[in-house]
């Protein structure tokens, strides 16, 4: 069964610094990687995704990612951090066949932005 | 184009009653999925509907939890005899199995607080 790792619960960045979320994965073959974002008490936003060819993809909100097969990770990428960007960031695998993608959470890094 | 809609948003409940909770997907997506999250945790699997079909139950959803989709639009998730341990957000999410990617549509979710 696939399973996702985000070993940092909480970072605290400051607003115009550079930010970078990891995530490792566990998946026997090639996942389905996705950085969803969630306000307090909204739902989840999907941020980017990879499924193949570049392994550098772009998001919204300025947000990008790199897929690397070697380390099995995903790691999730911001030049310059606004305070709106304060939110919980999940890194999430889909997996599977036969038509279905099942998609497994990471635990999730809450994302603070000081002034 | 409207997006994936719960009801209610928040229910507070004594123990031991019964609570139903209500997701309209987005109306072309024809796979429904059911995701619990509690305080400090990335969203965790339920159950999953292909139209009408609930093709995948987790080990997480006892006895006490029943979820339907009818008609293959509108789905509901009962949790009957709730516990304390049930509080939690229920989150509901659509896709399209056209793209079969994967990637999830969510809605804002449904509160519950058992006392």
């Known amino acids: 069964a696939q399973s996702v790792t985000q070993p940092d ?3 605290t960045v400051s607003e115009g610094a550079s ?6 994965y566990s998946y026997g073959a090639t996942p389905y990687l996705f950085w969803y974002v ?26 990008e990612a790199e897929f690397k ?31 279905y993608q099942k998609v ?12 | 184009d409207t997006g994936v809609s ?11 009653q019964n609570v139903t909770f209500r997701c309209d997907p987005i109306s072309e997506h024809n796979r429904l999925y059911w995701y619990r999250q509690t ?15 609930q093709l995948e139950k987790s080990r997480l959803l006892s006895d006490r939890f029943s979820a339907e989709r009818p ?18 957000m229920y989150l509901c999410a659509s896709s399209l199995k056209r793209t079969n990617t994967g990637e999830l549509f969510f809605g804002e979710g449904s509160r519950l607080t058992v006392l």
């Open chain 1, 9 to 11: 619960i909480h970072i």
């Open chain 1, 19 to 24: 930010l970078e979320l990891r995530c490792n």
């Open chain 1, 38 to 63: 969630q306000s307090p008490g909204q739902g989840l936003q999907l941020l980017l995704k990879y499924f193949s060819g570049d392994t550098l993809v772009q998001g919204i909100k300025g947000f």
């Open chain 1, 69 to 99: 097969r070697s380390q099995s990770s995903f790691n999730l990428r911001k030049p310059s951090v606004h305070w709106s960007d304060a939110a919980e960031y999940f890194c999430a695998v889909g997996a599977g066949s036969g038509g």
């Open chain 1, 104 to 115: 497994t959470f990471g635990i999730g890094t809450k994302l603070q932005v000081i002034p």
């Open chain 2, 6 to 16: 719960q009801n209610p948003r928040h229910k507070i409940t004594k123990r031991g």
């Open chain 2, 39 to 53: 305080l400090g945790q990335g969203p965790e699997f339920l159950t999953y509907f292909q139209n009408e079909a």
């Open chain 2, 71 to 88: 008609k293959g639009s509108f789905s509901t998730l009962e949790i009957q005899r709730t516990e304390q341990g049930d509080s939690a």
